[in-house]
């Protein structure tokens, strides 16, 4: 079974910097699509970057583009998540999540507890 662990998360004032990570345990993933979503106070989880196992495609929500890039090592089992530019409103609890298919298809069937991020204005 895979296991993921966020961490990274933390206070930042807008316009500033962080990078969360992603530790899998349990079995390698370098062949499982890895992702990240988020979920603000009072909304729903949404979807916020995508990576393949192999790192070649990346898909990052119209919401981030730009400001944040997902990019994985497989050598370490860690996926992690930068983020530029944050703004006020990418406060959230951020999640890790796994899914043992390609990035276009299924669902996410192993998820994180989450990291918080709060933005500060």
């Known amino acids: 079974q895979v296991q993921l662990v966020e961490s990274g998360g933390g206070s930042v004032q807008a316009g500033g910097s962080l990078r969360l990570s992603c530790a899998a345990s349990?079995?390698?993933?370098?062949?499982?699509?890895m992702g990240w979503f988020r979920q603000g106070p009072g909304k729903e989880r949404e979807f916020v970057a995508a990576i393949s196992g192999s790192g070649s495609i990346t898909l990052h929500a119209d919401s981030v583009k730009g400001r944040f890039t997902i990019s994985r090592d497989n050598a370490k089992n860690t996926v992690y998540l930068q983020m530029n530019s944050l703004k006020p409103e990418d406060a959230a609890v951020y999640i890790c999540?796994?899914?043992?298919?390609?990035?276009?298809?299924?669902?996410?069937?192993?998820w994180g507890q989450g990291t918080r991020v709060t933005v500060t204005s």
């Open positions: 999540a796994a899914k043992a298919v390609n990035i276009y298809s299924g669902r996410y069937d192993v």
């Open positions: 349990g079995r390698t993933v370098s062949t499982y699509t």
